[in-house]
């Protein structure tokens, strides 16, 4: 794998700076944009500030900030859109882990939301989300290229029932299957790289993108986002559950198609590294000025939870 100007170990580029900023950023943007604890009713506030503020990467809000700063925009044009792609995964992990889904008892190093606040304020909490994500998305502001009804159809259409949704009725519908790449492909792109490329592109265009930067964007954020979920497949069999902080091994005890499982681990490794070289060629169109996206995706490729 060739070394990016991103990179996290050398280079110019201070990926870990970049993230520790827009995580920091992020959580206090959310904190602001959610009904405090306190707010009644209580009960369900409280679920979804567990959920959300339970130590996530924030991957998807970093995604979506470098590619407003790679197309010369601002933080807080970008922020109510990196807040609301987080509200959207935070509520598709609470609704995944429940017992009619996934049935897990930790993410993101703690016991899941329907183990402290039970199955019904869980439903509730992710439905709650969902729902936060489109009214703090509703206070971006739209842009001559852009507008406003441009920003919630892209959100929507990611989170949808052609998109996150049908990528995890697949799945479910696959548990115990015989799956072939392409099927196991048509899954990643819906529950895992839709929602990262729609990260990426509201970063675009938040800040006014050209139409042949959101085309970069786009690739960028296709490929990563599937790079995503190959390296999520390799961990689930090579890390422990205290390093993932959700239960480890799922996937093959659920009988689940994996890159793994189905072209073993050496060759996914390979598939990833080759999804992020195509990510990387996305991003030539910026003339070095994406070294974060670069750096995330470098990053992303080489995680270890
Ligand atoms: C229930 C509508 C609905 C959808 C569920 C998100 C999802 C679809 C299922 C969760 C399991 C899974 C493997 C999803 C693919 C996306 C993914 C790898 C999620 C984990 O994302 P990270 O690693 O998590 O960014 P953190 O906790 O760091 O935010």
């Given amino acids: 794998m060739k070394k990016h100007s991103g990179s ?34 209580a009960t ?22 470098a590619a407003a700063a790679a197309c010369g925009g601002s933080e807080a044009d970008a922020m109510p859109l990196a807040c609301a792609v987080e509200c959207i995964h935070t509520y598709s992990l609470v609704h995944d882990d429940l017992p009619a889904m996934d049935n897990d008892d930790y993410r993101r190093g703690k016991l899941t939301n329907h183990k402290v606040f039970g199955e019904g304020i869980a439903v509730l909490a992710g439905d709650a989300l969902l729902t936060q994500a489109f009214e703090i998305a509703a206070k971006a502001k739209g842009w001559p290229r852009y507008s406003h009804q441009d920003l919630i ?13 049908a990528g995890q009725v697949a799945d479910l519908e696959g548990e115990g299957k015989k799956t072939s790449v392409e099927q196991l ?15 990426v592109r509201l970063g675009g265009m938040s800040a006014n993108c050209t139409p042949a930067q959101l085309k970069a964007l786009t690739d960028f954020g296709y490929n990563v986002g599937l790079a995503f979920q190959v390296i999520d497949d390799i961990l689930d069999v090579t890390q422990t559950s205290e390093q993932l ?31 992020t070289e195509k990510a990387f060629a996305a991003l030539k169109a910026f003339k070095g000025k994406a070294a974060a996206l670069e750096g995330l995706a470098e990053f992303l490729l080489k995680r270890d939870k």
């Fill in 245 to 275: 902080g959700k239960t480890a091994g799922k996937d093959t005890k659920a009988q689940k198609a994996t890159y793994p499982s189905i072209v073993g681990l050496d060759k996914s490794r390979k598939i990833a590294e080759q999804l």
């Fill in 44 to 65: 369900i506030h409280k679920a979804m500030r567990y959920s959300l503020f339970a130590g996530g990467k924030r991957m998807r809000p970093a995604v979506c900030l």
């Fill in 185 to 199: 492909r048509y899954i990643h792109e819906r529950k895992t790289s839709a929602l990262l490329c729609c990260s």
């Fill in 8 to 41: 996290t170990t050398k280079g110019s580029f201070d990926l870990e700076k970049f993230l520790a900023a827009s995580t920091a950023s992020v959580n206090k943007a959310l904190d602001t944009f959610l009904p405090s604890e306190k707010t009644k009713p």
């Fill in 153 to 165: 159809l892209e959100i929507a259409r990611a989170s949808g029932s052609l998109q996150l949704i």
